[in-house]
Every structure is written in structure tokens, then in C-alpha cells.
T-cell receptor, first 112, second 113 residues
Framework: AQSVSQHNHHVILSEAASLELGCNYS??????LFWYVQYPGQHLQLLLK??????LVKGIKGFEAEFIKSKFSFNLRKPSVQWSDTAEYFC??????????FGTGTRLQVFP | DGGITQSPKYLFRKEGQNVTLSCEQN?????MYWYRQDPGQGLRLIYY???????QKGDIAEGYSVSREKKESFPLTVTSAQKNPTAFYLC????????????FGPGTRLTVL
């Protein structure tokens, strides 16, 4: 079945460590790609998105993601995490239809 | 101040009762969505609506119903037919036909006792 996979379910890091969260999707053709974040007690909000153009996209709070079409991947990165990055991160894909398909999420805990 | 609101934040119901969750937006967006969030399962689409008086089933519509009588409102009813209704429910809206960013409400946590 077509899907969005996030292989890291729970990531624990110390402050200043580098972060990379994996996201793979199984849809062919043109897709729109998103990373959403859910901070504790807050709304789900958009971190960044990719529709076309430069495959390296930058989002809020120093996050970036790289679209690699050949690998069907859209991994999220941050060079140096902060305690305030503790949250749940969701990758999502829109393909053909108007439905957003979410991955299962990655829970990130950052310790000072 | 534009946004999307959901009420109530917490809701408790007895088994066998129907319950309606509210979702209102003042972003003037055409598309609205209902998701269910369970630990380890991400967000799963229940119903969505691209325009007033029209809506479609998502991936897990069984046991749920919706209406879209007004552009700004998209209430979700969790019926007694939903076998496992205890969950966190999120409403969202989008102004670009569903192809762009969705804006999410704060969610309603429903507990069925």
C-alpha cells in the first residue's frame, strides 16, 4: 500500500547535537511534501514544505529538509538542536488527491 | 485574529452516546478536514470537505458523521457505532484546494467511559 514511513519513532538527543529524521514515501510522480511539528500542548504547525524547485528547503527555527527524488525521501535536519525542539514531528505527502497522508510521527526529546 | 478553533478541549461521554465535536474557522478557507490522532499511528483522515454542502469519507470514516452547512463550520459526530472512540481529534482547514498547507486547531480529547 502507498504510504509515508518515518523510521525513527523516538529520538533522544543532548542539546547542540545534530538531528536528522527520516521520511520515505512510496508514491511515484509529482508530490507535495511537508514536515509538521507538534510542540507539547500546542497546535500542529508547519515547519517547512516542498513543492518544486530547489530540493533543499529551509523552514522555521533553523530546520531544513532535502528532497531526494531517486530515494523517495524528504529527511528533516537541524545542525544543532535546542531543548525547545522537544516535540513530535510528522512528515506528510499530498499526491494527486487533496488528501494529506501523514507518517506515524517521531517523538524528539532534547536534554539540556 | 484569524484561526481555527475546536471545542471543547476535553470531552467525556458514556459508551453508547453520540457526541458532536465543534470546529470553526475564520480563515475563509474552502477545505476542512477531521483527523484522529492515536499514539504511534500518526494522523488518520476521517472526513474532509472541499466546499459547502459536500464532503467525502477519509480512510477511517466508519462510526463518524459530518455536516458542512456553512463555510466556517465542520462539526464531527462520533456515533455509538464507532468501536474505539477514545482519541485525540484534530480539525484542519486549507485554502488552496487541499494542495497546500493545512492549518490545525488545538484538538479535542474525547474519552468514552
Amino acid at each position: 500500500a502507498q504510504s509515508v514511513s518515518q523510521h525513527n519513532h523516538h529520538v533522544i538527543l543532548s542539546e547542540a547535537a545534530s538531528l536528522e529524521l527520516g521520511c520515505n514515501y512510496s508514491y511515484g510522480g509529482t508530490v507535495n511534501l511537508f514536515w509538521y511539528v507538534q510542540y507539547p500542548g500546542q497546535h500542529l504547525q508547519l515547519l517547512l514544505k516542498y513543492f518544486s524547485g530547489d530540493p533543499l528547503v529551509k523552514g522555521i527555527k533553523g530546520f531544513e529538509a532535502e528532497f531526494i527524488k531517486s530515494k523517495f525521501s524528504f529527511n528533516l535536519r537541524k545542525p544543532s538542536v535546542q531543548w525547545s525542539d522537544t516535540a513530535e514531528y510528522f512528515c506528510a505527502v499530498i499526491k494527486d488527491t487533496d488528501k494529506l497522508i501523514f507518517g506515524t510521527g517521531t517523538r524528539l526529546q532534547v536534554f539540556p | 485574529d484569524g484561526g481555527i478553533t475546536q471545542s471543547p478541549k476535553y470531552l467525556f461521554r458514556k459508551e453508547g452516546q453520540n457526541v458532536t465535536l465543534s470546529c470553526e474557522q475564520n480563515l475563509n478557507h474552502d477545505a476542512m478536514y477531521w483527523y484522529r490522532q492515536d499514539p504511534g499511528q500518526g494522523l488518520r483522515l476521517i472526513y474532509y470537505s472541499q466546499i459547502v454542502n459536500d464532503f467525502q469519507k477519509g480512510d477511517i470514516a466508519e462510526g463518524y458523521s459530518v455536516s458542512r452547512e456553512k463555510k466556517e463550520s465542520f462539526p464531527l459526530t462520533v456515533t455509538s457505532a464507532q468501536k474505539n472512540p477514545t482519541a485525540f481529534y484534530l480539525c484542519a482547514c486549507s485554502g488552496a484546494g487541499g494542495w497546500d498547507e493545512q492549518f490545525f486547531g488545538p484538538g479535542t480529547r474525547l474519552t468514552v467511559l
